[in-house]
Nanobody, 122 residues
Framework: QVQLVESGGGLVQAGGSLRLSCAAS????????VGWFRQAPGKEREFVAG???????YYADSVKGRFTISRDNTKNTGSLQMNSLKPEDTAVYYC????????????????WGQGTQVTVSS
């Protein structure tokens, strides 16, 4: 089992920045690919970014160039740096982990955090 806890969400004005963190406990974080997803009211959960076991990163087109995903296996943490935020980035953001390669499909991830709210005002 892997337990994930997100933090760092909040309210920010458009153009601002936030940094989300994902703290993992349980099994060795090193063995898991890490993804960030988000879900806005009335919408499906969507892939935002992912980092695989080798450190290769993947981004949704909507956040490419603005968001940066990273992981620190020595600290069992992951992070999502979000810059140039837009009102359409408003959502609950989730950290997720799976034991194989990165996918953009939410239900292929084995472990999920509880989510953290990000609200971007215009």
């Amino acid at each position: 089992q892997v337990q994930l806890v997100e933090s760092g969400g909040g309210l920010v004005q458009a153009g601002g920045s936030l940094r989300l963190s994902c703290a993992a406990s349980g099994r060795t974080f090193t063995n898991y690919a890490v993804g960030w997803f988000r879900q806005a009211p009335g919408k499906e959960r969507e892939f935002v970014a992912g980092v695989n076991l080798a450190g290769r990163t993947y981004y949704a087109d909507s956040v490419k160039g603005r968001f940066t995903i990273s992981r620190d296996n020595t600290k069992n943490t992951g992070s999502l740096q979000m810059n140039s935020l837009k009102p359409e980035d408003t959502a609950v953001y989730y950290c997720a982990a799976r034991s194989q390669f990165i996918t953009i499909i939410a239900n292929t991830y084995e472990y999920w955090g509880q989510g953290t709210q990000v609200t971007v005002s215009s």
